[in-house]
């Protein structure tokens, strides 16, 4: 089964400190989703990618966080510099066409 | 965004079936019905989606009112696998690429919880 990856799955780290979390989508994917999870929030969406191009980042804190997919296997959310709020599991997706699959999620905490 | 509204748990003995409420008052013509499900420490898995007739695939059965104004999801025989919070939500066709809106907004969703 092609499956969405994302590394690393655990990530402890201090206040201040840049964060890379990386996603490999499904081969053959053309768009990718970044969603972060929290129990007061639940999933929200951060921002999404069709063909490599950014088309929507409006969830994502523009101050500290970006995103950007350097190739068609390869997706990036970093956050610079990362703060005790940002502590949640964000997850990737891909899809062909209105479908989402998932990755198992990065588990961040900010200490 | 069009709502969906589902109850917030659920519970159900293993093997029997399952329903799964939701409703969407406020759906478009255009809205595709789709269903996600989250099992404990992993991401939310596809399920099933639907625009006006039933459909049925090897996860589940999704029934779509006449009216399109609420679905149910059915598990046909649950097992303690199938324990997670379940997502019904509604996606635009319309809008966005030519595979419509591709954004989904996941609400709280109803945790289903098998008994043994």
């Known amino acids: 089964d092609a499956r969405v990856t994302q590394t690393p799955r655990h990530k402890v780290t201090e206040m201040g400190q840049e964060v890379t979390m990386r996603c490999q989508p499904i081969l053959g994917h053309n768009t990718v989703f970044w969603y972060r999870q929290t129990m007061m929030q639940g999933l929200e969406l951060l921002a999404y990618f069709r063909n490599r191009a950014p088309l929507d980042d409006s969830g994502m804190p523009k101050d500290r966080f970006s995103a950007e997919m350097p190739d068609a296997t390869l997706a990036t959310l970093k956050i610079q510099p990362s703060e005790p709020r940002d502590s949640a599991v964000y997850f990737c997706?891909?899809?062909?066409?209105?479908?989402?699959?998932f990755g198992p999620g990065t588990r961040l905490l900010v200490l | 965004d069009a709502k969906t509204t589902q109850p917030n748990s659920m519970e159900s003995n293993e093997e029997e079936p399952v329903h799964l409420p939701c409703n969407h008052s406020t759906i478009s013509g255009t809205d595709y019905i789709h269903w996600y499900r989250q099992l404990p420490s992993q991401g939310p898995e596809y399920v099933i989606h639907g625009l006006t007739s039933n459909v049925n695939n090897r996860m589940a059965s999704l029934a779509i009112a006449e009216d399109r104004k609420s679905s149910t999801l059915i598990l046909h025989r649950a097992t303690l696998r199938d324990a997670a919070v379940y997502y019904c939500?509604?996606?635009?066709?319309?809008?966005?690429?030519?595979?419509?809106?591709?954004?989904?907004?996941f609400g709280t969703g109803t945790r289903l919880t098998i008994i043994p």
């Open positions: 939500i509604l996606r635009d066709r319309k809008g966005g690429s030519n595979f419509g809106n591709e954004k989904l907004t």
């Open positions: 997706a891909s899809g062909p066409s209105g479908t989402q699959y």
